[in-house]
């Protein structure tokens, strides 16, 4: 395995996680230490990231999924890091401007999937993301308030087996894995589930719904 010769800068999860799976070859720095080595790779949050490219013009490569800077390649992990390192064999690795191939080569080592991004789509690849991830953790976290502040407490494993199912039919089937009130018509069922609601979430529900 060839030793990736630069530095991350950002200390948050995303810079952890992947100073981890490098190993100790990789100085993991905050965001006002030097830099031992050329290149260095910027896991700071995006308001922060026009400051730090500054210090490193020409040498710097960020790693923001929705943020597009002049001169600033991008190199973006489709995934939600935690604070160590995880398997991320077949991740797709968002590429935007000409992001050095030794830093493109130490991302494919730990098995991420490089592509090619244009930048007028970046705003939208990484709505999507939003929506798949971050919004659809809302939503079944909210699915779970909801009967908790009802005082309904669901056995076993909760609502964890209908989620899983629910993906795993996703994949496999596409649109058709769909089910329930929506999909059958059913208005009557619709509309007394959405009365059990409180006006925000009954929002939520009728405009997914018809989506």
Same mark, same amino acid.
Do not use: N
């Given at each position: 395995m060839s030793v990736p010769a630069f530095s991350i800068v950002g200390r948050g999860k995303a810079g952890r996680a992947l100073a981890q799976a490098w190993g100790s070859r990789?100085?993991?720095?905050s965001h006002d230490e =030097?830099? &031992? =080595? +050329?290149? &260095?790779?910027?896991a700071v949050p995006d308001a922060a990231i026009a400051a730090q490219a500054a210090r490193f013009p020409g040498h710097c490569v960020h790693l923001s999924g *929705?943020?597009?800077?002049?001169? &600033? /390649?991008? !190199?973006?992990?489709? =995934? *939600? $890091?935690?604070?160590?390192?995880d398997d991320w064999r077949g991740t797709p690795l968002a590429l935007t401007g000409a992001v050095p191939q030794f830093i493109t080569d130490a991302f494919v080592e730990l098995g991420f999937?490089? $592509?090619v991004l244009p930048r007028e789509h970046k705003?939208?690849?990484h709505a999507v993301a939003v929506l798949a991830c971050a919004h659809s953790a809302t939503l079944w976290l909210g699915a779970q308030a909801l009967l908790a502040e009802a005082g309904v407490t669901l056995p076993g494993a909760g609502l964890r087996p209908l989620v899983e199912i629910t993906v795993r039919k996703i994949f496999e089937q596409g649109a058709s894995a769909r089910t329930g009130p929506f999909v059958r018509g059913d208005q009557a069922t619709i509309q007394r589930?959405? !009365? !059990?609601? /409180?006006?925000?979430?009954? +929002? &939520? $529900?009728?405009?997914?719904g018809v989506l």
């Amino acid at each position: 395995m060839s030793v990736p010769a630069f530095s991350i800068v950002g200390r948050g999860k995303a810079g952890r996680a992947l100073a981890q799976a490098w190993g100790s070859r990789i100085a993991l720095l905050s965001h006002d230490e =030097t830099p &031992v =080595t +050329e290149w &260095v790779l910027l896991a700071v949050p995006d308001a922060a990231i026009a400051a730090q490219a500054a210090r490193f013009p020409g040498h710097c490569v960020h790693l923001s999924g *929705s943020l597009d800077l002049d001169d &600033v /390649p991008c !190199a973006h992990p489709l =995934t *939600s $890091f935690g604070a160590q390192a995880d398997d991320w064999r077949g991740t797709p690795l968002a590429l935007t401007g000409a992001v050095p191939q030794f830093i493109t080569d130490a991302f494919v080592e730990l098995g991420f999937v490089p $592509f090619v991004l244009p930048r007028e789509h970046k705003a939208l690849y990484h709505a999507v993301a939003v929506l798949a991830c971050a919004h659809s953790a809302t939503l079944w976290l909210g699915a779970q308030a909801l009967l908790a502040e009802a005082g309904v407490t669901l056995p076993g494993a909760g609502l964890r087996p209908l989620v899983e199912i629910t993906v795993r039919k996703i994949f496999e089937q596409g649109a058709s894995a769909r089910t329930g009130p929506f999909v059958r018509g059913d208005q009557a069922t619709i509309q007394r589930d959405a !009365a !059990a609601l /409180p006006p925000a979430w009954r +929002e &939520v $529900f009728l405009k997914l719904g018809v989506l």
